[in-house]
């Protein structure tokens, strides 16, 4: 398998969205500004990532997260969406599943990851990049999102003061859930935001749609399932055990 070749999450609208959600108080991580890595996700780095545990991420997602539904094996890390209870309650949400976050904050550079994703209706692996209130800073989000309903097709998005609706479907020409891709954005100071698949530029964003995010933020992947959003993502209907993996992450700092 090959461990990183250089190469490549969409959300409707805040009130739609309900936000992404952080830890508070204990649970919080750093806020340093990070440099440069590289990640072969071998094993639980806690010096440069945390595993959500115990809350939900808002209205939109019918999931809690579980530190125990984030895995490493066989050189690559997991995450299981599953209907296992979930840690102080999570908002009553009926399914658990894990998201991966940085400790530290990241600013313009190229985001980096090769990853395998969920075929399901109603289900989002993603890639992204975040920050919002627990950062003490407003919500910015760059995405890239794997939709289960159809995982021949990429969603790109973006947030900037907590307003989306930037969003682009990208034809891939494979199925993503089928095997391994290499997934990039490239956020630049000058003013773009490119996205690459396997090394090939598939979109960009210039601001001509809306101010581009401009306050460093957190590396973050996730599996989700929505609810009351079966028109976007298609409706969900658990059958079993669903894992999606990723093979490595890479931050190239400009």
């Known amino acids: 398998m090959t461990r990183f070749r250089p190469a490549l999450l969409v959300l409707a609208a805040l009130t739609l969205l309900g936000g992404v959600l952080t830890p508070t108080g204990s649970q919080a991580a750093t806020t340093a500004i990070g440099g440069s890595f590289v990640d072969n996700l071998d094993g639980f780095n806690t010096g440069r990532w945390h595993k959500a545990d115990g809350w939900s991420n808002g209205s939109m997602f019918n999931v809690g ?3 125990d539904h984030v895995w490493f094996s066989g050189g690559v890390m997991g995450l299981n969406l599953d209907t296992a209870s979930c840690p102080g309650g999570c908002s009553g949400k009926p399914y658990a599943s894990g998201e991966y976050r940085t400790n530290d904050l990241f600013s313009y550079g190229r985001f980096e990851t090769r990853l395998k994703a969920v075929k399901a209706s109603g289900t989002v692996t993603s890639f992204f990049t975040y920050t919002g209130p ?8 760059i995405d890239v999102e794997i939709l289960g309903k159809n995982t021949t097709q990429l969603q790109t998005n973006y947030f900037t003061n907590g307003v989306g ?18 997934y990039a954005i490239e956020w630049w100071n000058q003013g773009t935001i490119n996205w690459f698949v396997d090394g090939r530029l598939v979109h960009q ?12 933020m957190r590396v973050m992947l996730n599996l989700w399932p929505g609810i009351g959003v079966d028109g976007w993502l298609g409706p969900f209907n658990y059958t ?15």
């Open 65 to 67: 997260w579980r530190a």
């Open 134 to 141: 627990s950062d003490n800073q407003p919500w910015d989000e």
């Open 165 to 182: 609706g930037h969003e682009k479907i990208i034809n891939l020409g494979f199925d993503a859930a089928a095997g391994y891709h290499d």
């Open 205 to 216: 964003e210039n601001g001509s749609r809306g101010a581009l995010p401009t306050r460093p």
């Open 240 to 254: 079993g055990q669903l894992t999606a993996t990723y093979d490595s992450v890479r931050y190239t700092k400009y």
